[in-house]
Each structure stands twice: as structure tokens, then as C-alpha cells.
């Protein structure tokens, strides 16, 4: 197995933003990934869950002015990188011949709307 730290980043956790190689494995999702850690820590939280569901939402939680604030710069990366794999998705499905009709339509988007934000044209 290659030594981790000398692989080059090609993606970042979603959840703790560590990119591939600073982590052993990092699982891909649709537009998303997660690292082993955070995998194990996930784990952790559920097996101690209590049985009745408590809010989800972050955003919901009491939380400090100082706390919130702390969340927008990860919260914002994650996006960033999301909207990269999107991008990158997109970029794929043009180069196996995907019209932007069918882009659009896979987004949910016309296909003037897909174009004006993938294209890169002005």
C-alpha cells in the first residue's frame, strides 16, 4: 500500500475536509466523499444513539454566535467542492456526447440553464 502522505490530493472529506492523502481510505459518494475517521466516528455516534431521533439540523441545535460562525467556513467548503463535482459530472457526461438537453433535464434545469452555468461560455 502506498505511504499516504506522498499521494497527490484528488478529493477532500465532506465531513472534516482532511484531503485523500492525509487519510488511509476515502469512500466516494455522488459529488461527496468521507473519509475512514469520519466513517469510524459516524459509527461511534450511532451505536450511542439514543432510540428516540433528536433534530438532524444543525442549524436547529442551541448553538453560540461563536459556534455558527466556526460552521460557515466548512460549511462553505463543502460546497465549493461539491459545486466542483458537479462541474466535473457535467464535464463527463458532455464528453460521452450528453447533450445539454439531457443534462438539464438529469439537474432538473432547462437545458439554457445548464448550459449558461457548465458551458464556461459567456
Known amino acids: ?3 499516504v502522505r506522498t499521494e497527490p490530493a484528488i478529493a477532500s472529506c465532506s465531513f472534516c475536509r482532511k484531503p485523500n492523502a492525509e487519510v488511509e481510505k476515502l469512500v466516494a459518494g455522488p459529488g461527496v ?4 475517521g469520519c ?12 432510540e ?3 433534530p438532524v439540523a444543525p442549524w436547529d441545535l ?4 461563536d459556534a455558527v460562525l466556526a460552521a460557515l467556513g466548512p ?3 463543502a460546497g465549493v467542492q461539491v459545486e466542483r463535482n ?6 463527463k457526461a458532455r464528453s460521452l456526447k450528453g447533450t445539454w438537453s439531457q443534462i438539464g433535464q438529469a439537474l432538473g434545469m432547462t437545458r439554457q ?5 457548465f458551458s464556461g461560455e459567456e
Open 1 to 3: 500500500m502506498p505511504d
Open 33 to 36: 466523499f468521507i473519509c475512514d
Open 39 to 50: 466513517v469510524a466516528l459516524a459509527s461511534q455516534v450511532i451505536a450511542g444513539a439514543p
Open 52 to 54: 428516540s431521533p433528536s
Open 62 to 65: 442551541e448553538m453560540t454566535l
Open 75 to 77: 460549511v462553505a467548503a
Open 86 to 91: 458537479l462541474g466535473l459530472w457535467v464535464a
Open 113 to 117: 440553464s445548464a448550459w449558461e452555468r
